[in-house]
Each structure stands twice: as C-alpha cells, then as structure tokens.
Nanobody, 121 residues
Framework: QVQLVESGGGLVQAGGSLTLSCAAK????????MGWYRQAPGEQRELVAS???????NYSYFVKGRFTISRDSAKHTVSLQMNSLKPEDTAVYYC???????????????WGQGTQVTVSS
C-alpha cells in the first residue's frame, strides 16, 4: 500500500521557521510532481507550493519569498522550509502527489494525513 507520511509540524512564534517533510512509502517507481497544500479552519484547501522532477518549483503568492520547496526524487521525499511565519500561515498542511507509479499500477491524487502548523502572534 502506497502512502504519504508527513512530519515536522508544530507550534512556532511569528517570525520563526519550521520544516515539513513528506515521504512516500511503498514500492514506488516514480512520482512526477509533489506538492504541499494547507487548510485553515473554515477555509478551503489551497495550494502552497509544488515541485516537479525537473525540478521546477511553483509557489502561491502568499508564501513566495518565505517558503522553499525541495525534493529528493530518488527517495520520493519532499520538504517545505517555512521562514518568516505569520499567524495566517496557521493550518493543517497536507502533502500531495497527483500521480504515483507503483508496482500495482498508477495511484492518482495521493494525500498524506496532514500535519498541524500553528503560528502564534
């Protein structure tokens, strides 16, 4: 069974930093794109950043210049370095892989369980 496992969330003061990590587990042949989404209470889930195998990174405007996404394609991991955190960054952060090639075929739209990030003012 293929799954995404996140780690690294927590509580931090405004202006602080956190690093989120996500590892794809299972027999995986390749993952083209991986990304991070977030969902605050009462809000819709939104894209934070994504990265291809290129690697080409894409950031939402509200994190550009503060967050950095990176990946290790050989290990099927993706990280999100978050700097200059703001209270409005508080949310549950989810790792996502739209297409995962596995020994049992292609898995579409794989999500992690989510990790809480709380930024205090």
């Amino acid at each position: 069974q293929v799954q995404l496992v996140e780690s690294g969330g927590g509580l931090v003061q405004a202006g602080g930093s956190l690093t989120l990590s996500c590892a794809a587990k299972g027999i995986i042949f390749s993952i083209n794109e991986m990304g991070w989404y977030r969902q605050a209470p009462g809000e819709q889930r939104e894209l934070v950043a994504s990265i291809t195998r290129g690697p080409n990174a894409n950031y939402s405007y509200f994190v550009k210049g503060r967050f950095t996404i990176s990946r290790d394609s050989a290990k099927h991991t993706v990280s999100l370095q978050m700097n200059s955190l703001k209270p409005e960054d508080t949310a549950v952060y989810y790792c996502n892989a739209p297409i995962v090639e596995t020994n049992r075929g292609i898995v579409f739209d794989l999500w992690g369980q989510g990790t809480q990030v709380t930024v205090s003012s």
